[in-house]
């Protein structure tokens, strides 16, 4: 076989109609985190030395204990902050990579044709819940975006996959 007889010349790749990078949002930064701790640790320690000078010994303890669960709160919000989602359509499939906070990566590939959103809403807060349904299997997409985000993202995903469900637009003079 020759390079003249490739496949992969001759046709093209599909068109994306869709495609998103969803990340966690964090609103601490980690300049903000390091003064944050610094604040936080001066005032423990301060009022832990407090009590210390008045009798009350152990209760230094509880507070640099304070110390360091408020620490490891924080390393796990930024390290859970590492997993990402992507979605992307096009007229013959939609593919979710979601990549968790480790680094693994699980990914489904769906046909758009017989795929619908799913949407959970609650009332008061507006979209709860995301998720794809396809052959009675579900998905749930979108896990952290807010009620608001994912109003706008089930709007967008929305007309992505009835576009899809439409077809490739042929177009002579392109």
């Avoid at 807060?125 to 009620?147: D, H, K």
């Amino acid at each position: 076989m020759t390079a003249g007889n490739d496949f992969n010349d001759v046709i093209p790749p599909e068109p994306e109609l869709f495609s998103a990078l969803l990340v966690p949002h964090r609103s601490l930064s980690r300049k903000g985190f390091a003064v944050l701790m610094a604040v936080i640790s001066v005032l423990n320690f301060t009022a832990g030395m407090i009590f210390l000078f008045k009798g009350a010994w152990p209760v230094l303890a509880f507070f640099l204990l304070d110390i360091l669960a408020i620490y490891w709160a924080f390393r796990i919000n930024f390290r859970d902050a590492k997993a990402t989602e992507e979605i992307s359509i096009t007229t013959s499939e939609l593919r979710v990579r979601k990549t968790d906070y480790r680094g693994a990566a699980t990914e489904w590939v769906f046909n758009p044709l017989w795929v619908r959103l799913d949407q959970t809403v609650h009332a008061e807060y507006g979209i709860e819940r995301l998720c794809l349904v396809s052959r009675g299997r579900s998905l749930a997409i979108a896990q952290f975006l807010g009620p608001d985000e994912k109003s706008s993202f089930a709007s967008a995903l929305t007309n992505a996959l009835q576009a899809a469900k439409r077809g490739p637009v042929y177009n002579p003079l392109t």
